[in-house]
């Protein structure tokens, strides 16, 4: 139907014109003068970004391969961190802890609600032996679509010897986070979410404490190492240390330079008010969010289907469908190019997922819910055709 298929998933994000157009461009060389400006343009834009002083490394992975990063650069053999976990990225984050063989305390909440501070505080406050050395953190978790207060907990950490280490995969560029600010000692992040370019590139900055940490710590790292790509941006041995993924790195270079003249706070402010608007239209329905509204992030609307539904039965009790959830959103694919995502693992068959990250504007949102009716209608979720649409659009009046 349509040329192209509209991502509202949690990534990857859709890509401005400006960053397509670079990534079609022939390859140049990476130890060239023209590569170097590039790159040492992206590395001082992307501290605004993260709001540090401290130098921004950029490696060639996913999200998942900064999270592990970050604990092998900070922690060594043994070692006790707090896991705080409310959905699949916080577990993962504590599972690469345990496979590089720290001692891992997990804190885990209901999956739809977010960290309690006050409980972080106790566990931290009783630790009078101070074992714990760290703890591990997701910012936004795309699995439930909850928002954790990050703010609250490095409050907890930062004039201590502790390390705050925040997953910001999902959450930088679209929601507030003062790294420097608050006082988070490391964050990593990649580039297919709200940083509007193709996956492939993963980012990681350290506080001074965190580069302490670094010092002392004694897990294996080669690639992963963190100085050497502070070392290769400072010019003191090769820049970049191993071969970069050198087109992702211009496209990326151009995507900052859209936030940035966006601007920032006008970038936060875009998403939370799309976020709201979604929120008014999910309401618009009869549907419900997972978590509570106070809770529900800005870039992604985690949605449950109505009462009694199941991945496999039809959405209305006794209307005949056989449509379910996923079947919801296969339709919204196929028929109307719109891609959303379901739940993961206790969660799959469960949630229906709507994006907003990213490059994206209110008509995306329009053509989102739009087809969601539609496939919802299909279904036989009796609603108001429109109902959305009007929410949507008073809300974001």
């Known amino acids: 139907m349509f040329d192209e298929k509209l991502l509202m998933t949690p990534g990857p994000t859709m890509i401005p014109t400006r960053v397509l157009e670079i990534m079609r461009r022939q390859i140049i060389h990476h130890r060239t003068a023209n590569y170097e400006k590039s790159f040492d343009e992206l590395c001082e834009n992307l501290k605004l970004v993260f709001r540090t002083k401290n130098t921004v490394m950029t490696f060639a992975c996913s999200g998942t391969g900064l999270m592990e990063a970050a604990v092998a650069n900070l922690f060594s053999p043994g070692d006790k961190v707090l896991a705080v976990t409310i959905g699949v990225f916080g577990e993962r984050f504590a599972d690469i802890a345990r496979a590089f063989g720290l001692d891992v305390q997990v804190l885990a909440y209901e999956w739809g609600k977010p960290a309690d501070p006050a409980e972080i505080k106790k566990i931290l406050d009783t630790d009078h032996a101070h074992k714990i050395k760290g703890v591990l ?3 936004n978790e795309t699995s439930t679509g909850v928002t954790n207060d990050i703010k609250a907990v490095a409050e907890l950490t930062r004039d201590t010897d502790r390390i705050l280490a925040v997953d910001a995969i999902s959450s930088l560029g679209a929601l507030e986070l003062e790294m420097d600010g608050w006082g988070i000692d490391a964050v990593v992040t990649c580039s297919q979410k709200a940083l509007m370019n193709a996956p492939g590139l993963g980012f990681a900055a350290l506080s001074d404490k965190g580069w302490a940490a670094y010092e002392k710590s004694k897990l294996p790292k080669y690639y992963w ?6 070392d290769g941006i400072a010019k003191i041995s090769e820049n970049p240390p191993f071969t ?9 270079n151009e995507a900052v330079k859209i936030l940035l003249e966006e601007g920032l706070e006008n970038v936060y402010a875009r998403h939370k008010r799309h976020a709201l608007a979604a929120q008014a239209g999910v309401a ?3 549907l419900s969010l997972l978590p509570e509204q106070r809770h529900s992030s800005y870039v992604i609307t985690a949605v449950k289907p109505p009462e009694g539904e199941s991945g496999g039965s039809g959405l209305g009790s006794g209307l005949g469908s056989s449509l379910g959830i996923d079947g919801v959103i296969k339709d919204l694919n196929i028929s109307y190019d719109v891609m959303v995502v379901g739940g993961q693992k206790g969660l799959k068959g469960k949630l229906l997922r709507i994006g907003h990250c990213g ?27 429109g109902a959305s649409l009007a929410a949507i659009q008073k809300a974001l009046a």
């Open 225 to 230: 190492d963190f100085k050497k790509y502070r």
């Open 244 to 252: 970069p993924a050198i087109t992702l790195v211009l496209a990326q």
């Open 137 to 139: 953190m997701t910012h």
């Open 284 to 286: 618009a329905l009869g």
């Open 359 to 385: 490059y994206f504007n209110r008509f995306d949102l329009i053509r989102t819910f739009s087809a969601l009716e539609l496939s919802l209608a299909k279904a036989g979720h009796k609603i108001e055709s």
